[in-house]
């Protein structure tokens, strides 16, 4: 579900339909994480840091992938917000984003490394929280959209 840009990059958009793609949640002080029993920990090198394990869906609503994101406020390194996002036979990507939102909620990051399809790439992901606005009973809390724009990087080339 890859689109071209025209200036000969890529676009991918991936999503999040939360709760029930989330896979695992850590985060201090949480009254019920998933998995049920797990004690996260709020002291020592983990105090302040949330991780979150999620499925990854394309377009057409099919898991592709798993991501983790990890979110982390202290006052020696401010917040720090990353990514890791993993698809099977194509590769990973590790993304680190912007701490400050943009106007409507996204926020934005960069492209630092990646394996296989995604090593020689630069570029962006968008994440952005989307509430779902049905009144059904069943329905989902919303969505996390992640955007993704790259191109080939040379300095990147071996």
């Not at 689109?3 to 999503?15: I, R």
């Not at 984003?97 to 909620?105: H, I, K, N, P």
């Not at 394996?115 to 020689?120: C, G, I, S, V």
């Amino acid at each position: 579900m890859i689109t071209v840009s025209p200036n000969g990059g890529n676009n991918e958009e991936f999503h999040i339909n939360v709760p029930i793609d989330r896979i695992l949640i850590g985060v201090p002080g949480r009254q019920n994480p998933l998995p049920p029993g797990l004690e996260w920990p709020d002291k020592g090198s983990l105090a302040g840091v949330g991780v979150e394990l999620f499925k990854i869906r394309n377009r057409k609503d099919a898991v592709v992938g798993v991501a983790s994101r990890l979110a982390a406020n202290d006052a020696r390194t401010g917040e720090v917000i990353e990514w890791a996002l993993h698809l099977p036979a194509r590769g990973s990507m590790f993304v680190t984003m912007q701490a400050d939102t943009a106007e409507g909620g996204s926020r934005t990051g960069s492209l630092r490394a990646g394996t296989h399809e995604f090593k020689y790439l630069k570029g962006r992901l968008t994440e952005r929280w989307v509430s779902d606005v049905t009144d059904d009973d069943d329905a989902l809390a919303g969505r996390i959209e992640l955007l993704t724009a790259y191109v080939a990087a040379p300095d990147r080339l071996e």
